[in-house]
C-alpha cells in the first residue's frame, strides 16, 4: 500500500454510517489504485475456495469502500470523499502511475478543488477538497447561492481538519 499524508487511518470495526461497493474485475488491480488514492486494505474476506471475494477499504474514518469480484458494468458507480489536507496533485501524479484515468486537481465554482479518478471497471470516484484561500468569497456565496432548510455550523466546509 502507499504511504499517507494526512491523518491516521482509523482501523477500528464501527458501524459505518454510509459506505460505497464496487464491483471490480480484478481485486489486486482495483486496490494498487485505491492505494494510490490514499485507502488502506482494512480487511479482506475470503469466498468460496478461500480466494478473496471482498476487499474492505478505507482512507479515513466514515470513507469506506467495499471492491467486491465481479462482472463490472462500466459507469454504474461514483462516489466522492472529503479529501483534507492532502496535496491533490501529487495524489494525481500517483493514482496515474497506478493506471487509472485521472482528471484534475481542477477548481469548481463553489469553491472545491476536486480530482477525479475511473478505476479500470468504469467505478468514478472524486476526491473533493475546500479552497482555503478566499473564505470570505466562499461565505458569500454560500449565503447567496444556496438555498435550503439547513443549518451551517461556525467553520462549515472550510475547516479541513475537522472530524
Excluded: C
Excluded at 476526491?127 to 467553520?155: C, H, K, Y
Aim: aromatic content about 8%; overall charge negative; cysteine-free.
Amino acid at each position: 500500500m502507499s504511504e499517507r499524508s494526512g491523518p491516521a487511518i482509523d482501523r477500528s470495526i464501527y458501524p459505518m454510517p454510509m459506505f460505497v461497493t464496487l464491483v471490480v474485475s480484478d481485486l489486486a488491480v482495483a486496490g494498487t489504485v485505491y492505494a494510490a488514492a490514499g485507502f488502506v486494505t482494512l480487511a479482506t474476506v475470503s469466498g468460496p475456495g478461500g480466494a478473496p471475494s471482498l476487499v474492505h477499504l478505507r482512507r479515513e474514518k466514515y470513507q469506506d469502500i467495499l471492491l467486491t469480484q465481479g462482472a463490472a458494468v462500466r459507469g454504474t458507480a461514483s462516489a466522492s470523499f472529503a479529501a483534507g489536507a492532502i496535496d491533490l496533485a501529487e495524489v494525481a501524479d500517483r493514482i496515474r502511475s497506478a493506471g487509472a484515468a485521472v482528471t484534475g486537481p481542477v477548481d469548481t465554482p463553489w469553491f472545491t478543488t476536486d480530482l477525479g479518478f475511473t478505476d479500470a471497471d468504469g467505478n468514478t470516484v472524486t476526491l473533493t477538497a475546500p479552497r482555503m484561500v478566499d473564505r470570505a468569497a466562499a461565505q458569500a456565496w454560500v449565503n447567496d447561492q444556496i438555498t435550503g432548510d439547513f443549518e451551517t455550523s461556525e467553520g462549515f466546509a472550510f475547516d479541513p481538519t475537522r472530524d
